[in-house]
């Protein structure tokens, strides 16, 4: 979904934050938090609205809020906030992007970054996107067009359930977490970011640990649902 303040002003945030959506159900004021998925220069949108990825879960207060919105109906939200972003004094030679579901919107955002990033520091980033079918590849076929664009970078697709009829280079059948391990971690060299289930980000956080790589060089963010199953929704929750 994309959104323009209300203001008419572009929204300022850095690649890897998110916005809260204030709703409210049954007279209680709730938040949802969406990463951003916008970033300069998007052919796909030019005008600066800021995407966010949102999944529809049945019975949800944040789906029956966004869902049922028309064009030009208005929404209040805050932010952005959040510290799941690159840092500027990182040393590292690769990063490691993990991510399942709408967990790879951050992700997106940071494309720009990592076009300039590759050449200027002579790294390497390996994304491993988790879906259970290629439909549920959300933004798949922009991650493998920068994976062709930008060498350096590479877009790895896990499907759990069901791969694709005519396989791409780096598909993988399995979880993210059963592919992990074929990258080789290095505690030394890598910095990993986590984003989505929060099983997936537990046990690729304890692979990582097991590779060597210190607890400052695994950042995460877990998206988590309300307990309540009348408001169930996606949300992320910043871990650090």
Do not use: W
């Not at 999944?55 to 064009?71: H, I, R």
């Not at 390996?126 to 922009?142: K, M, Q, S, T, V």
């Amino acid at each position: 979904m994309a959104f323009v303040r209300a203001d008419g002003q572009p929204l300022a945030f850095v690649p890897g934050q998110f916005v809260q959506v204030h709703l409210e159900r049954d007279g209680k004021a709730l938040r949802r938090s969406y990463s951003i998925a916008t970033y300069e220069g998007d052919p796909v949108n030019p005008s600066g609205e800021v995407e966010m990825a949102v999944s529809y879960v049945t019975g949800g207060a944040a789906t029956a809020l966004l869902s049922g919105l028309e064009a030009g109906e208005a929404i209040d939200a805050s932010g952005p906030y959040g510290r799941f972003c690159l840092h500027g004094d990182d040393a590292n030679r690769r990063y490691l992007l993990v991510a399942t579901g709408t967990g790879v919107t951050p992700y997106r955002a940071m494309l720009p970054l990592f076009r300039r990033l590759i050449p200027e520091r002579g790294i390497e980033v390996e994304l491993l996107f988790g879906a259970r079918n290629p439909d549920e590849l959300l933004y798949g076929d922009e991650f493998a067009r920068f994976a062709d664009e930008v060498p350096g970078f590479r877009f790895h697709a896990c499907f759990s359930r069901e791969g694709r009829a005519v396989p791409r280079a780096d598909d993988h059948l399995g979880y993210v977490q059963t592919v992990l391990p074929s990258l080789a971690p290095d505690g030394v060299h890598d910095i990993a970011y986590l984003c989505g289930n929060p099983d997936m980000v537990d046990a690729c956080f304890a692979l990582l640990k097991d590779a060597g790589l210190p607890i400052p060089r695994v950042r995460r963010e877990k998206y988590i649902s309300p307990p309540d199953p009348r408001a169930r929704v996606v949300a992320s929750a910043p871990e650090g």
